[in-house]
Structure formats: C-alpha cells, structure tokens
C-alpha cells in the first residue's frame, strides 16, 4: 500500500498565518500538523507517500525532505491549483500506479490513529472505505448514509438538509478501482473533481463500498481555535521530559517538557507545556497547555492555553490566553493596565498591548 498526502491547500480560514507558510505546517505540540499525519501514515506501515503540493511546495519540502528522517520515502507531487480531491488522484496517478492506497488530508489530527481501519480495508479490500465520524452540524461536511453491514449507500457534498450525522473526515482507502470513477466523473458546481462524487460513482456502479466510524479524537485544524484545542489535547499526552536548563530559583509542576538548549530562569511552568529548544523563559509564568517553539524569549510575561512559534517574543505582558503567536512575531506593552488578552499575531509582527 501507498499513500497520497494532500499538502496543496491554501488555508484561507486560518489567515493571516497562512500568507506566510503552508496551513499544513502550524505547529501542534511544537511539531507541524503535516509531520504528525506523516507519522500516522508511517505507524500503518507504509512508507512509500506522494505529497501534493501547491505554490508553496518548496517550503514544504524544506521541512519534511525526501522523508527519511521519518522512515518514509517521500516523493513531492505538484498541483497548479486546487482542483478538488478527486483531481489529486488523478495528478499522482503516475506515482500510485496499481497499488492500493490510503489518502490522508495533510491538515487533519487523529492522534488516535486509523490501523484498525488500515486492517478492516485489507481484510475486506472492498472498492474504496472512507473513515467517518459522527458530529453535530453534518451540513459543513460530506455526508455518508450507511447500510447495517455498514456499506455505503449514498454520499452527499455539504447537504442542506442531513439524512445521516455520519461525516467524512479526510481519511480514505482505495483500491486502484478509483482511477476509473475519477475519470468519469465531471467537476462540481464549484468547479471542482469531488472525491465524494467519485466514490459514489463506484457506489452506482455497484461497487462495494464500506464505511469504518473512527471513535477517536480529530480535528480539522482549519481555524485557530481548532489549532489551540488540538494543542491542548496532544499536550495532555506528552510524558515530562527535562533536557534544558532549569535554575534553581524555577518551579515546573506536571507534565513539562523543556528541550535540550531551553532555558528556564526564575520561572514557573505549569504542564502540560513544552519549551522548545534555544527558547528562555526568565521571569515569567508559563501555564497549561502552552507550547512555545524554537528560539524564543519569554519575559516578564504570563501566558496559558497558548502557542507561541518559533522566534517569538513575549515581554512584559501578563495575561495572554488562548492566543496564537506567529514566527518572529513581537508582543509587548505600551504600559497601560489589563488582565487579560487574547491575540492572534500573525508571522514578523509586532504588537504593543496594555500591561
């Protein structure tokens, strides 16, 4: 099995980060969103993956390379425009040939993972098998209608009116039957090769088409506040891990990571947070579920439920919540008082706020 990792997107809800670098690589627990879906591609035991990439291709490259620091190999897979899901297949067309496949859009969190389903598809190899989840609002999504067996019945693109809770949500697995639904659907009133139109293509052709519901946690990291909730709960699961500099005069309680070259003077963190390498933090209050990137400075500052990237500045300010720092970005105060802010700053910004 192969798989074919969409990384071509634009990001339009999560701008103003998105001007400046690819949706797919926001960092979630200081690890780009697109490395964590490489890793869940890797832990299914896969290793060869096509990445499709838009305009932003070479920086995408420049983080993940040829894949071999993951165990992967990798090969990059350019789309001159997004065309829809369907029309990435037929783009790697090429590089999938005849093999089966597991396509994984390249901004979407299972942290759980998907090798149950991965088995179920090898066992009953049926034409194609989408992953769905049920959620409260199907009418944003592709919506699946299931049979007992669960086979699927029917599949519709964003629905006015919901006949199922049941939602596609970015994984599939297929078999090279998908080549030829691909080619004979047309594009949407959107413009746009549907990958929901293609698998009910199959569905009419009498295909077998079967459905597996994921139980675990995901999400869409479309929007900030998906972001900083998708920190938080990867956050919850890191184990504490101290290789920095920690000083005496510094307290860290619970489930804290500071990595080799951090250093944390005069501080208190209170996990789950991680302190990225070559970061310090002086003088400063770091709450739960906080990241903070590379290269960064943290001072005289209180900050929780945040993420700082890499290369920001926070000084003197002394309640940032729920914020999104971008790369190189400044935070100040202008010395006039509050108690709290909440930021979304995007990358090589700089903002004074109120101390």
Request: glycine share 12%; hydrophobic share 40%; charged share 25%.
């Amino acid at each position: 099995m192969k798989a074919l990792v969409l990384a071509g997107g634009s990001g339009t809800r999560l701008r103003p980060f998105s001007y400046s670098m690819p949706k797919q690589l926001i960092p979630i627990a200081n690890t780009p969103v697109l490395v964590h879906v490489l890793q869940g591609v890797r832990d299914l035991g896969v290793t060869e993956v096509g990445v499709i990439v838009g305009n932003r291709g070479p920086e995408i490259e420049a983080v993940i390379g040829d894949g071999s620091r993951f165990g992967l190999r990798i090969t990059h897979i350019p789309q001159d425009a997004p065309r829809g899901l369907a029309h990435t297949v037929s783009v790697a067309r090429d590089f999938l040939g005849d093999d089966d496949f597991v396509m994984y859009l390249g901004d979407n969190m299972l942290p759980d993972g998907v090798a149950r389903i991965a088995e179920e598809f090898t066992t009953h190899r049926p034409a194609a098998q989408v992953v769905v989840h049920r959620v409260a609002d199907p009418r944003s999504f592709g919506v699946v209608e299931l049979g007992p067996e669960g086979e699927v019945l029917r599949l519709v693109e964003k629905p006015a009116e919901p006949r199922s809770d049941m939602a596609l949500i970015g994984v599939y697995f297929f078999t090279p039957a998908i080549h030829e639904a691909v080619e004979a659907i047309e594009p949407s009133a959107r413009g746009e090769l549907e990958i929901t139109d293609a698998i009910q293509w199959l569905v009419t052709s009498g295909a077998y088409v079967r459905a597996s519901r994921y139980e675990g946690y995901w999400k869409d990291t479309g929007k900030v506040e998906d972001v900083l909730e998708c920190n938080s709960r990867l956050l919850d699961g890191l184990p504490r891990r101290i290789e920095g500099q920690v000083d005496t005069g510094s307290v860290l309680v619970g489930q804290v990571v500071v990595e080799a070259g951090a250093r944390v003077l005069r501080s208190r963190v209170q996990g789950p947070a991680i302190i990225g390498s070559g970061t310090v933090v002086r003088d400063s209050h770091v709450g739960p579920y906080t990241s903070i990137g590379r290269d960064c400075l943290v001072s005289d500052s209180r900050l929780e439920g945040s993420i700082a990237m890499d290369e920001a500045t926070v000084t003197g300010v002394h309640g940032l919540r729920d914020s999104l720092i971008g790369r190189a970005a400044s935070v100040g105060t202008t010395g006039r008082g509050t108690d709290h802010h909440c930021l979304v700053v995007g990358d090589h910004t700089r903002v004074e706020v109120a101390a």
